[in-house]
């Protein structure tokens, strides 16, 4: 399933009354009730059902068992079928952790601490059992039980063990160490949360919302910083302070949080904000939803629940059934072996599985198997019928109503109203099952009845709770598993949850059971509970069904999927109005008649509050394509509650994609509810009447008694709202808007007064029965309103289109014109219709003119159609007869035009004789009168001739003669005549097999595939007969075919053996057809010849006894190809002989490399039948003899070792009997061991397999085991020759074991054993001291004796008791004389001497902490591990430098006085020593190397500190926080306290956290001397920094919170000392800056008393001012002075701050363009190619951008040479006209002020009458045009501002 809702922290968090009972508590669960129905009740399952139901619902669930002769066949093929599967976690159903996100519980963890308890937060493990705790798995699992106290009490520890750790065992130690960490760590977590629980109900309610009151604070919930929160105290009896953290009002720009589920942004103040993501839910949006903000942390349900650790089943593989039974079988066997358990045994298995007593288990199930995809298992009508099954069965089962394919669609099934097949509800779900898979509690979707039917298989087992009491249920279930509820509130709905029977049964829920077996039904009803798992392997199938009983809790379910935000299945309002709209059972009236009354009611409910709040806009619904079925379209679903939006809908503009149900209209937006808009299907009046009609269909009511009903309905209270002040009833505004709309309808029409009526009217249509007046004249109105507007639209179109005709304009139809004319009487006063009649009177003319035309054809022509025709396309009015002119004129042409190109065609055939026949058949339907028609029918004639002869000639025979004759004389006819072309094809077929018959008898005997020419003959042959053509040739390809059959066998013969008469006949033949003297018959002449001598020799030889020599001759000869008689008798007297050699040969071998090689070894009594076959042999061999030698040597050898065998057995014998082992035992049994050993290696004995030799070998090793064993008695041998000896004799035990010899050795080398094992003992596997006195009391019991190993263990038990008295002498002494090397001794020669004992222990307990602590220690320090003196010196080096650190606080004030080195502390006077100009400090020139200057005594050195501090580049410095840490070393010195030895260590780190102590306490000053300095002064505050800085690189100790503080004081200084240098460089800083180290001292938080941020701030202040006002000017288009901008760009060069970009958008401003001399204004300009001027376009009034232009004062330039001197009117003249557009598209300069700036301008002014007498005709021109004194010229391209007009320029261009 999906992810749950948020859910709030503070919910319950622990379950009260808790209870969790194991399985032995497992009560007695009662069985349902089981029915057994007769063949007449089991015809109908919904009315049997519906019988049985008012017993069988009490107890939520039954089992039918069907008449016995009910056996439906199963429909799948089992061998074939495969199926997805699932994996199942059944450990985990219950007895599980809620999938918490550690992290988000860290966090509130976290917060609880710092916030409530007010404790500093470290990070530190809590480790258990060698790893971390998982604190929020731990707190979960006590939560479960019911908290810590329950815990304890009840001794649950072990339970909640397995939650933390799953699968892990615990100790009864390690459980109190469990309970003790929980109560360190988490008990006062619980203990706030349960007292936040108990509280919030009371008191937290109530102090919110005065709190609201008091600031007016919004509920949103936003994360803000920590100072910003309000503490508020809560006081409670309990005597707790409960701090609840609420937070202030946030700027507008927090507001733009979006719900994640509703995706508005809307409706702020219930808006949740997660605590840890930030993510945003409204309350009403949760699953389920909240009534209000819950205080305190809330965190969403993807922060609270980790994805990591959700559970849900897992998709497996896919496997076949045969598969999955192998699986199920191993399943079994693992849990009850080869017996079959009990249901009482595997009820209480799976139990204790779920509980999480047994481990962990996991199993596959094949559960949720759609049908329509895997195949079901009853018959369907569309699925192929297995062999196996008859057909009639195969019919009868497959329109079975107890078919589950068949049984939701059934007459009397709410669901045959649905269109679509919903899986597992319309289709049925398959579940193939194994051992303890299950299926968790759950009720159906939609409160469904169930039917699940088992195929075959085991039994399942079933639990079921009645549906009346589901809330007890889910009250219990809450309870027991309180963790999981929290973090997923909707559990129940997830599958994947068990809980015990028997909890549910001691708290008072009554529980049912149904054992289901192969056969039987399984019944679920309505909103029980059920849950089960399978006993083994099985198959079932399951489906949803509704009667109408169902309804009712079809409503349930959906108000529960709307409470619980989840979608629905199917709309339930949809499923009852198609359902009534359809047939429907009787017995159903009830039940649809009281839901339908309760949907009307709510519906009419929210939709008269609607009209209350104000939403009067409203509107119809889009009607359904197919109304009679439910789910054909999808409606909307509303955006909160996720259900379908069937009936009505609230939508607004605002958000046009989002729609929501009528209860949730207040949340959809923001908006008035005047903008917000209802959507209906249906009104209240169409729902009321489905009610009525329903209520009376079963009675003998009137009509009068409905409408009675109806006005009941009425008359209730009436409607009412206020409107202006004033109450006004529904009835009483639509009165008023009937009387207001009759007088619309009797004034002239207007559109959009009936508009403003419609609109008006939309508060009223949803209503009852009381609008039916409006909703009549609501229908008037837009009949109306239809009407006018179509009488206007068409006369629009018919006036307009005179003007418009060559347009793509659509006319007006006749038929429309006539449809708007006929209506009567009119709707409404519309004039316009009166025009109308007159279009329609001269469309009637121009339609009887059309008819006219073609009744009588003969008199008219084509000229007249094509005049009508122009006529009828002018028209304004569409008539269809004008259609039907135009066909019969299209018609005409294009016959005309077809016979003309028929008559003038010359190509052969390309005429068809189909296009003739039709030609002439238009002649009579056209009626045509033109001359082109006798042409026509003089070709046609030709035509019909020449089909005339082809038939003639294809009824009879036809001759290779007549048919040339015929196919000449018609050669290149044009006609494609069909009889023609087929003659023609009959001559080429005949001429073309002519031609290959001739070609295939040239040198036909030569060819050696006369296969290929048969076949080729045989083509010809019948290709022949199928000629329609006769032909003479024919006849000769028989006898050619005989021919070539004989030469086929010739070949095959020579091909391959044969036997020699075969080979005779073929010549017989050959001599027949008179083809015997070819060359291939020639060949076969000679083979016979060479097979009748060979057959003579044959016969010789097999005759008498010869060497294999004369065989191998006769056989080589079989290369022939004939066969002799006498050959296989020479092959097989042949073949027996060389089978026999091949036989003979491994027995007559003697070379031992090749006996070696062979695998296998020979056996006897096939070497004697090979003795007996070679004298059946027909030749003579030499092999017979020797192998007759080497069996007679064989036997010999077999009699030699019976008799060793017989040796040993006396000798065993003797030592049985004997009762001491004589002393000469050891060299008689060798002797023995020797004599077999010669036997053994004989070389008969490694060739035969003979059971004497297996034997030989076993007596041998016996007695050379018991050699070995006896030997040990005189030594000391080590474990592993003894353990070997052991393991030897396993092979001797079974043959040996009755030997009171062999017994006696046993028990002496397993004593032997123990005894060597006591000695050699490790640290790994040590022994008491008990052991080894045992081990001596057993020495004097065994009959064979070690006496060197018994004096070791009395050796070995004093050297033990001496070490314990060391021990104890060790520890009697006090801490301080406990030294570390003498543990040490202890621990070496406790390994080596001492047995197991509590002391051993303890000293290797006491070393092994001991060399833990060093090793932290050296950890910590850095230093190799392992070696104590590296420790030591690494712990003297960190003390070394804390005093080197404390030395540069401690520097003497009177530094004349030493010239110690501040980092080596060194005062050698032979090293060069420097002094920093700053600190005064000294050092070596080898120490630190100087910053700058030479390295004279006299010369100003700054040290690298002080120069790193007064540049203020402290970002380089890196701190080193590798270095030992102070908590670290207190925590080390805590834990040397707990030592049992005194070591030098210790003392070393407790002198160094006093000096780190000390360092830290002088860092401390400094630091918050350095964060209390604002002044301007830096030079106290760099001597400072630098001496601090030297202290903390010094220090060989890292201490984290001064550090912290330190590097603030860093960041401090260095921001200073840049805001210094940016105040005070040579450049003025850009805004950017300002801003930047501005923001950045904020982030740091300089206090703004500091002088140099209050000075950038000003600076700030001032430079903005000036850029807004510049930004301002710079887009003025020129409306301030110049002058004033020259002031304001004076202005920004003078302030504190440099403006790059406004300075130059101002100098910009600046520069003047064009004859108006104004700044670039964005309007499109053009430059002058030559001088580069820019003029606007409509200044010197251009239209289009030309390719090249001059401006007019350069083209006054290049015409200057050519100009004379002309008199100084014409020059006048030119001056006093403006520029005017020429004919040639030049234009004319307008006259223009000075361009020079202002100042030169008013000087000018001044002096104009002196300028004016001195300047004169084209020098005064050419002084108004020159460019500007002050502007240089660019290059269009280096324009950016300009960039605008480029595009339009290229866009002109192109």
Known sequence: MGKTRPRAAEKRVLGQGSIVLTSDSLLSIPPAPVYYPSEDEFTDPLAYIYKIRPEAEKFGICKIIPPKNWKPPFALDLDTFTFPTKTQAIHQLQARPPACNSKTFELEYKRFLEEYCGKKVVKKKVVFEGKELDLCKLFNGVKRFGGYDNVVKEKKWGEVFRFVRSGGKISECSKYVLSQLYYDSLYEYESYYNKLDRVKEKTCKRELQDEKKTVQQSCKRIRVNEDEKVNVNVNVNVNVNVNVNLRKVVDEDSYNQICEQCRSGLHAEVMLLCDRCNKGWHIYCLSPPLKRVPPGNWYCSECFNSEKESFGFVPGKQLSLEAFRHVVDRAKKKWFGATSASRVELEKKFWEIVEGSVGEVDVIYGSDLDTSVCGSGFPRVNDKRPSSIDVNEWEEYCSSPWNLNNLPKLQGSMLRAVHHNIAGVMVPWLYIGMLFSSFCWHFEDHCFYSMNYHHWGEPKCWYSVPGNEASAFEKVMRNSLPDLFDAQPDLLFQLVTMLNPSVLQENNVPVYSVLQEPGNFVITFPRSYHGGFNFGLNCAEAVNFAPADWLPYGGFGAELYQHYRRPAVLSHEELLCVVVKNDYDSNAVPYLKNELLRVYNKEKSWREKLWKNGIIRSSLMTPRKQPNYVGVEEDPTCVICQQFLYLSAVCCSCRPSAFVCLEHWENLCECKPRKRHLLYRHTLAELNSIIVTMETQDSEETVQKRNARKLTCTSETPLSKKVKGVNVTITQLAQEWLLRSCKTLQMPYSNDAYVLALKEAEQFLWAGSEMDSVRELVKNLVEAQVWAEGVRNCLSKIELWPSHHNCEMERVKMEDLTTLLNVSPVPCNEPGHLKLKGYEEEAKEL???????????????????????????????????????????????????????????????????????????????????????????????????????????????????????????????????????????????????????????????????????????????????????????????????????????????????????????????????????????????????????????????????????????????????????????????????????????????????????????????????????????????????????????????????????????????????????????????????????????????????????????????????????????????????????????????????????????????????????????????????????????????????????????????????????????????????????????????????????????????????????????????????????????????????????????????????????????????????????????????????????????????????????????????????????????????????????????????????????????????????????????????????????????????????????????????????????????????????????????????????????????????????????????????????????????????????????????????????CICRKPYDQRPMIACDKCDEWYHFDCIRLSWAPKDYLCPACKVDTLEDDIKCTSSSIVQERQAHSFKFKSNGECEEPQTPSPRPMELRREAESNDNVSSKKRSGIESLLWRNRKPFRRAAKKRVELDVFSPFFHVHDQLNL
Request: charged residues 25%; glycine residues 4%.
């Open 847 to 1713: 339609i009887q003119e059309i008819s006219n035309a073609q009744s009588t054809p003969s008199n008219v022509s084509i000229v007249d159609l094509e005049t009508l025709y122009t006529k009828a396309c002018d028209s304004a009015v569409y008539v269809n007869e004008s259609e039907e002119l135009l066909t019969k004129l299209t018609d005409v042409k294009l016959w005309l035009h077809t016979v003309r190109n028929c008559i003038s065609e010359k190509s052969h055939g390309i005429i068809e004789i189909s296009v003739i026949n039709n030609l002439k058949s238009k002649i009579v339907e056209l009626q045509l009168q033109v001359p082109e028609v006798p042409l026509f029918l003089d070709f046609a004639k030709k035509v019909e001739l020449c089909q005339t002869r082809c038939t003639e000639m294809l009824r009879g025979s036809i001759t290779s003669k007549n048919l040339e004759v015929l196919v000449q004389e018609y050669d290149g006819f044009t006609v494609n005549v069909p009889e023609l072309k087929l003659l023609k094809q009959y001559h080429s077929d005949a001429f073309d097999w002519i031609s290959k018959f001739n070609n295939l008898l040239k040198d036909i005997h030569e060819r050696e595939d006369q296969q290929n020419v048969v076949n080729e003959l045989i083509r010809l042959e019948k290709d022949g007969s199928l000629l329609k053509v006769q032909v003479d040739e024919l006849l000769l390809v028989d006898v050619e075919l005989k021919k070539a059959y004989c030469r086929v066998e010739a070949w095959k013969v020579l091909g391959c053996k044969s036997p020699l008469e075969s080979i005779q006949q073929v010549m017989t033949v050959a001599t027949k057809l008179q083809i015997d003297n070819e060359k291939l018959f020639k060949k076969i002449s000679d083979v016979i010849a060479q097979a009748v001598r060979l057959e003579e020799k044959a016969k010789h030889i097999l005759g008498c006894e010869v060497q294999m020599s004369d065989f191998e001759d006769v056989r080589m000869s079989e290369d022939i190809c004939a066969i002799f008689p006498s050959l296989d008798g020479v092959k097989n007297a042949l073949s027996i002989a060389k089978s026999w050699l091949m036989k003979s040969k491994p027995y007559l071998v003697t070379d031992p490399s090749v006996m070696a090689v062979t695998s296998s070894l020979l056996k006897v009594e096939d070497l004697k039948e090979l003795v007996l076959e070679s004298k059946l042999l027909k030749m003579y061999l030499e092999e017979r003899v020797l192998l007759e030698d080497v069996l007679q040597k064989y036997l010999q050898w077999e009699h030699n070792a019976f008799s060793a065998l017989n040796d040993a057995e006396s000798l065993l014998n003797i030592l049985d009997a004997v009762n001491e082992i004589p002393s000469d035992i050891i060299s008689t049994i060798n002797n023995h061991v020797a004599k077999m050993e010669s036997i053994i290696k004989n070389e008969l004995s490694l060739r035969f397999d003979s059971i004497v030799f297996s034997k030989l070998q076993e007596t041998s090793a016996f007695l050379g085991w018991c050699s070995k064993a006896l030997v040990f008695r005189a030594g000391v041998p080590t474990l592993k020759e003894v353990e070997l000896l052991l393991e030897d004799a396993r092979c001797h035990r079974v043959t040996y074991a009755e030997r009171s010899f062999w017994r006696s050795l046993v028990d002496g080398v397993n004593w032997l054993k123990q005894a060597v094992e006591i000695l050699g003992s490790s640290n790994v596997k040590r022994f008491n001291l008990s052991d080894v006195e045992e081990a001596l009391r057993q020495s004097k019991m065994i009959k064979i004796s070690f006496p060197l190993i018994i004096d070791r263990l009395h050796d070995a038990i004093k050297r033990h008791n001496l070490w314990m008295d060391e021990v104890k002498a060790f520890f009697n002494c006090s801490t301080g004389d406990r030294s570390w090397s003498l543990l040490l001794q202890l621990e070496g020669s406790g390994n080596t001497n001492a047995f197991n004992c509590i002391e051993i222990n303890t000293v290797l307990s006491e070393v092994q902490r001991v060399k833990e602590w060093k090793q932290r220690a050296a950890n910590i320090v850095g230093v190799k591990v392992g070696d104590d003196n590296l420790l030591l010196d690494g712990l003297s080096q960190i003390l070394n430098t804390l005093d080197r650190s404390l030395c540069v606080y401690d520097k003497p004030v009177d530094r004349s006085q030493t010239c110690l080195c501040m980092f080596c502390l060194n005062d050698s006077q032979t090293q060069e020593i420097l002094t920093c100009s700053v600190c005064m400090d000294c050092y070596h020139m080898h120490c630190v190397k100087p910053t700058g200057g030479s390295t004279s005594h006299s010369a100003s050195h700054t040290c690298p500190y002080c120069h790193v501090i007064e540049s203020g580049k402290t970002s380089r410095l890196k701190i080193d926080a590798k270095r030992p840490e102070l908590d670290m070393c207190l925590e080390l010195l805590s834990d040397a306290d707990n030592l049992c030895v005194e070591i030098e260590e210790k003392t070393i780190i407790h002198r160094i956290i006093e000096k780190s102590q000390a360092h830290k306490t002088c860092l401390t000053k400094i630091v918050e001397f350095l964060l209390a300095s604002i002044g301007e002064d830096l030079s106290v505050v760099v001597r400072k920094l630098s001496t601090a800085l030297k202290a903390v690189e010094i220090a060989g100790v890292y201490d984290r919170e001064s550090n912290c503080k330190f590097e603030l004081a860093l960041a401090t200084n260095s921001w200073r000392v840049r805001a210094y240098k940016l105040l005070n460089g040579s450049q003025r800083p850009s805004i950017y800056q300002v801003q930047r180290i501005l923001k950045e001292g904020h982030a740091i938080n300089i206090v703004s008393e500091d002088y140099f941020y209050h000075k950038l701030e000003t600076m700030k202040q001032v430079g903005l001012q000036w850029a807004g006002k510049a930004r301002k000017v710079s887009a003025d288009s020129g409306a301030l002075e110049l002058h004033k901008v020259f002031e304001l760009i004076g202005e920004g060069e003078t302030i504190p701050v440099h403006f790059d970009k406004e300075l130059k958008l101002l100098r910009e401003r600046s520069m003047l363009y």
